[in-house]
Nanobody
């Protein structure tokens, strides 16, 4: 079982920055693939950025050049640095962990943290 706790959301003006954090419980962090998703009101939950256990990165087009995902295996945490924020980045941001064992995927979600970009 993996528990994920996000933090770092808030209200920021357009063009500003936020850094989201996701702390993972347990001792298996190095075996997890991690990702950040977001969900705006009335919209589906979409991936923003991901980082595998080996460090491979992937970003959605809207995040490229503005957001950076990273992980710290000592702190069992994954981060999302968000710069040049836009109003359309407003959403609840969720941390996701995927544990793959013998071809079976276990998926874990955090409770989400609200990001609001507004002047």
């Amino acid at each position: 079982q993996v528990q994920l706790v996000e933090s770092g959301g808030g209200l920021v003006q357009p063009g500003g920055s936020l850094r989201l954090s996701c702390a993972a419980s347990g001792s298996i962090f190095n075996t997890l693939d991690m990702a950040w998703y977001r969900q705006a009101p009335g919209q589906q939950r979409d991936m923003v950025a991901s980082i595998t256990k080996s460090g491979s990165l992937n970003y959605t087009d809207s995040a490229k050049g503005r957001f950076a995902i990273s992980r710290n295996s000592v702190k069992n945490a994954v981060y999302l640095q968000m710069d040049m924020l836009r109003p359309e980045d407003t959403a609840v941001y969720y941390c996701k962990a995927i544990l793959t064992r013998r071809g079976v995927l276990d998926v874990y979600w955090g409770q989400g943290t609200q990001v609001t970009v507004s002047s």
